[in-house]
DNA sequence: CGAAATTGCGCAATAG
DNA sequence: GCTATTGCGCAATTTC
């Protein structure tokens, strides 16, 4: 699509004469105008959209790192508490192994449920 | 045909001969390029940033959620097990309470869990 | 003050 | 056939 810069045609080439010719290019002022003024109104939604993404990720990074340090703390505590009482037979079906990893991807998939009360 | 406003009155407001104002104009247009395409580049990189703020997004909110689940699980197994041996005071300063809540912002009540059974 | 950069605006081609 | 979009040039203004 190239796009031409001003030709110096003379000719009858879009328009004819000075009327309907200055209507349509006022009508076509107006639609630039339009585009233009959405144009300027995404851009600027889409800088504001990055500032709001900016400010949620924050948040959830902090909350990550809340949670992680939770976690951590929460595992040693119950390492800690096992090693003293080898109970953990209880918890048979259990993927600790899987949990107490410091890795943080477990599925909890068990189906078996330890008798709680 | 009208040209670009300007009639055929010599405008001493921004030129003044045939010379010196062509080289001025071309390379006013050279300007114009250049600003226009790095007004462009920003614009894209900007669209771009918001993709990538979109895809951390993602994969935070999924980290959160699987940490979440794995710390209420964990809070879970630690309390049925506390239960049973009320050693806990060996974690004597610790927030247990606050920990274990399963928000993050426990009440100011510290109460020590008296062992019901 | 001087040159480059940015901006508003209109034109024309063309996409939809 | 009309509006919307876009590259381009001009000129005023801003920035450096």
Same mark, same amino acid.
């Given at each position: 699509m190239p796009r031409r810069g001003r030709v110096k045609k003379e000719?009858?080439?879009?328009?004819?004469?000075?009327?309907?010719?200055?209507?349509? $290019?006022? #009508?076509?002022?107006?639609?630039? @105008? $339009?585009? #233009?003024?959405?144009?300027?109104? @995404?851009t600027q939604e889409t800088v504001n959209r990055v500032n709001e993404l900016r400010n949620e990720n924050t948040v959830l990074e902090e909350k990550v790192k809340t949670l992680t340090k939770e976690l951590g703390f929460l595992k040693e505590l119950f390492l800690a508490h096992a090693s003293n009482n080898v109970d953990a037979s209880k918890y048979e079906g259990i993927n600790l192994q899987k949990l107490l990893a410091d890795d943080s991807s477990a599925s909890t998939s068990n189906d078996k449920n330890p008798g709680t009360t």
């Open positions: 000719g009858p080439e879009s328009g004819e004469d000075s009327d309907e010719y200055r209507k349509r $290019r006022d #009508r076509n002022n107006l639609a630039v @105008k $339009r585009s #233009r003024v959405k144009s300027k109104q @995404k």
